[in-house]
């Protein structure tokens, strides 16, 4: 088993290094979808536009500027950690369910009120993934997030976990853990009730064979003033906007560049353009932004973007010097 570090600042510091944002993208997303009905609903685009913006400006700590419509904005907010209260509430499960760090309502409490506390904290990510109308958004990401954070508690205070909760604390499929848990060809130590259901002593006992399940360490931030903080907020002194494809990869600096620089356009009109903010800039001006760049299987191929994303000028500059 990996020999992973047991002090919690090293627990902390670990999070905040590996943790990606994918639940941000989700929630940005939901709330465009939000934007987009209230226009369809009430007919006030120009209120809705107003009041898409002001929200945007309130999460984000930007200005607006320009003429460009609310959704200019919002698309490209996807990685934004700190875009609404809502995401920070996702990484803060995040870092519990897979890290075991504290949950903020619980540092303060006795032993007694912590499970209470934790429960009902954790119950408020159900609520508000079961109230969100099916087909808005993907919420792959959240789901998987809040599963683990309730995998987490029901293994913290010795409840039985769903199949689900296990196999998104363990990094797989439902469909993995229920062939695990078949009598003919099962893993031993995985056993489930006829409720379904896998004890905690039995989960706490598999996945501590398996390599990188962090035990929980919640317990060593007890006395802490303040909820640990995963990310710390930082201003972007020059911002670009990126496009986005479909699959969700971006125009990145160092991958999309080959032997001439970055090749931009669609099929039969593509150019090559040997500066990556000039690039960006061309992009930014076509009606549908398209480059090439490799798939998984290393191929080149024209994609063309669905959204814009926020970067910092800087971090890219760093990335193209290597």
């Known amino acids: 088993m990996t020999n992973l570090p047991n002090d919690y600042s090293q627990r902390v510091k670990e999070f905040g290094e590996d943790y990606q944002d994918f639940e941000t993208s989700e929630l940005v997303k939901l709330v465009i979808a939000t934007g987009a009905f209230l226009e369809q609903l009430t007919g006030e685009a120009d209120a809705v536009d107003h009041a898409m913006k002001a ?3 309130k999460t984000s700590n930007y200005t607006t500027t320009g003429d460009e419509p609310w959704r ?3 698309e490209g907010a996807g990685m934004d950690v700190g875009i609404t209260k809502t995401s920070e509430y ?3 499960l995040n870092g519990y369910g897979y890290y075991g760090l504290a949950l903020a309502a619980g540092l303060d409490a006795s032993n007694a009120d912590r499970e209470r506390l934790y429960e009902l904290h954790i119950a408020k990510g159900r609520t508000l993934i079961e109230s969100i109308p099916r087909g808005w958004a993907s919420l792959d990401e959240m789901e ?4 683990a954070a309730e995998a987490r508690f029901n293994l913290d205070f010795g409840r039985d976990l769903s199949v689900e909760q296990l196999a998104a604390i363990a990094r797989m499929t439902s469909k993995s853990i229920r062939n695990l848990l078949t009598p ?8 489930s009730n006829s ?5 905690a002593a039995d989960a706490l ?7 990188g399940f962090r035990p929980s360490i919640w317990m060593e931030a007890e006395g802490c003033a303040e909820p640990p903080r995963f990310t710390e907020p930082r201003t972007i002194e020059e911002a670009v906007f990126v496009p986005v494809a479909k699959d969700g990869t971006i125009f990145d600096p160092v991958s999309c560049r080959n032997s001439r620089g970055y090749t931009i356009g669609p099929k039969g009109a593509e150019q090559p353009v040997s500066d990556y903010f000039e690039a960006v800039t061309l992009l930014s001006r076509a009606a549908t932004p398209c480059w090439r760049r490799p798939n998984g299987n290393g191929n080149w191929g024209i994609v063309a973007g669905v959204s814009w994303q926020r970067r910092d000028a800087a971090e890219i500059r760093k990335m193209i010097a290597g």
């Open 55 to 57: 929200l945007y400006e």
């Open 72 to 74: 200019f904005y919002w």
């Open 90 to 92: 996702f990484v803060e």
């Open 144 to 147: 998987r997030t809040l599963l």
């Open 184 to 191: 003919s060809s099962g893993d031993t130590d995985l056993r």
């Open 195 to 199: 409720a379904g259901m896998v004890s």
């Open 205 to 211: 006992r598999w996945l501590g064979k398996r390599d």
